[in-house]
């Protein structure tokens, strides 16, 4: 982060990013073509089962593709997130695409299907750790700003007096290895999700209910904190360190009651001022014309002067310097309210102090 970033009087205190399996489902995706490629070579070639792929070459190929679709859909259900599918469709399609294009389909394709399986895999796993590192948070004293994405990058920033509700996970992993996801939901509800839970491999759309590889299908939606790894504090470590820095800092920007109270007391005082100056700039400007006015009038008649409208103006004027009086005297009770607080709350420390040095010198 550089310093130009940085806003007056802020700090950084610590620079965060996910720890390196916070991202187990995505490397999962790519353990399993790996281990599913082992496999089918296996089982055409070493295995006692490789006779019943001897009749037609394209069985072991036909038999990959199928299981990695339907691991495909079975991942997309589970985790409600269809990109999962597509991706799986891609590599079947990425598959057979190259194997046509080498003109290699009247060859025995388990080991073309155990090199493919091996290259996607690596190159997922680069893919993968190449969108963990390019996530970057940063807690100052003023806020956090969260950094990712790889061709798109993303960005947020959020207040600490801005923060309403901090919800912290931890899967098995991360109870293990001492990583986990803090997501900071903001007034206006930025951190929160819908999760929807699908029945029978079917898809919600709108309120009518779909029907998807037929099977009949609901959905059910749930808001739930949840929220884009990089607008999250995602697999951060260690988790139970900035778990408490973060609740520390909202802490510390969160006004108190007392500190509500003198600013409802300022705005007052601000309207009031305003009423006064409103006020006075009414006197200065019906000040000439109250002169023209005893001007005109006649010399003999003085007892039948009717009122200027100025002659209000004091009135007006007391009640709002009331209003000014009753407003600091409010403001005083409560400082001194507040002074009173405070010391007890001192002594009360300083006589926990006390017993606890008591208990001590007894032990």
């Not at 999700?193 to 759309?205: H, R, T, Y």
């Not at 749930?222 to 408490?244: C, D, M, N, W």
Request: aromatic share 10%.
């Amino acid at each position: 982060m550089e310093k130009k970033e940085l806003l007056k009087n802020e700090q950084v205190e610590r620079l965060l990013s996910p720890h390196p399996l916070s991202f187990m489902k995505l490397q999962v995706l790519c353990i399993f073509v790996i281990v599913w490629g082992v496999f089918v070579w296996w089982l055409v070639n070493l295995s006692q089962y490789g006779g019943w792929f001897s009749g037609n070459v394209w069985y072991p190929l036909i038999l990959w593709a199928l299981v990695m679709l339907l691991v495909g859909v079975i991942a997309s259900l589970v985790a409600i997130q269809w990109s999962i599918f597509f991706l799986y469709l891609g590599v079947v399609a990425g598959g057979l695409g190259l194997l046509f294009w080498q003109q290699q389909w009247e060859k025995p394709p388990a080991l073309f299907i155990l090199v493919y399986s091996i290259a996607v895999s690596i190159a997922g796993f680069l893919i993968v750790e190449l969108y963990r590192r390019s996530h970057k948070y940063y807690i100052t004293n003023l806020r956090i700003m969260f950094k990712g994405g790889v061709l798109t990058k993303r960005e947020r920033t959020i207040r600490y007096e801005k923060i309403t509700d901090i919800n912290s996970r931890q899967g098995i992993l991360g109870q293990i290895f001492g990583f986990g996801t803090i997501i900071p939901v903001s007034e206006s509800g930025f951190g929160l999700g819908s999760d929807k839970s699908l029945a029978g491999g079917g898809i919600e759309v709108g309120s009518k209910k779909a029907r998807l590889f037929g099977f009949a299908g609901g959905g059910k939606e749930v808001q739930t904190p949840i929220a884009r790894s990089y607008y999250e504090l995602h697999g951060v470590y260690p988790f139970k360190e900035v778990q408490q820095l973060v609740e520390n800092m909202v802490q510390s920007h969160v006004p108190t009651q007392y500190q509500k109270e003198q600013v409802e007391f300022s705005k007052q005082q601000v309207d009031i001022q305003k009423q006064m100056r409103d006020l006075m700039q009414k006197q200065v400007r019906e000040k000439p014309r109250q002169n023209v006015v005893r001007q005109k009038a006649p010399a003999e008649e003085p007892e039948e002067e009717e009122p200027v409208e100025g002659e209000v103006f004091p009135q007006e004027q007391v009640d709002i310097h009331k209003q000014m009086q009753e407003l600091l005297k409010k403001q005083r009770t409560v400082k001194a309210t507040h002074a009173d607080e405070t010391e007890d709350e001192e002594e009360q420390e300083e006589e926990e102090e006390e017993t606890k040095e008591e208990g001590r010198e007894v032990a």
